[in-house]
Nanobody, 118 residues
Framework: QVQLVESGGGLVQAGGSLRLSCAAS????????MGWFRQAPGKEREGVAR????????YYSDSVKGRFAISRDNAKNTVYLLMTNLKPEDTAVYYC???????????WGQGTQVTVSS
């Protein structure tokens, strides 16, 4: 199955910005819908953003809408998550995922830690 590797996590202050990247292996990257999910300590995993294979359709959770932006570069087999105006409650491990459709995510990356200090 497709292999996913996240990068770009780190420590930032509240109000700061961070850009996550997810590099995918495979010859048919444009066929995959992609998504970003996060899980904070003591909380269930939350889907924060999704994008279809062409980039035509994007979806965001209410908690990040207006602050986060998902995009993809199919020529580079990479999906991005630009996070702005970060809040302490955004602190979590962020995971990249891929699937046949936006609703079906079958492959997952190892996660990258994002910590927002107040």
């Amino acid at each position: 199955q497709v292999q996913l590797v996240e990068s770009g996590g780190g420590l930032v202050q509240a109000g700061g910005s961070l850009r996550l990247s997810c590099a995918a292996s495979g010859r048919t990257f444009s066929s995959y819908a992609m998504g970003w999910f996060r899980q904070a300590p003591g909380k269930e995993r939350e889907g924060v953003a999704r994008i279809d294979g062409t980039g035509y359709s994007t979806y965001y959770s209410d908690s990040v809408k207006g602050r986060f932006a998902i995009s993809r570069d199919n020529a580079k087999n990479t999906v991005y998550l630009l996070m702005t105006n970060l809040k302490p409650e955004d602190t979590a491990v962020y995971y990249c995922a891929a699937g046949s459709t936006i609703a079906t995510m079958n492959s997952w990356g190892q996660g990258t830690q994002v910590t927002v200090s107040s």
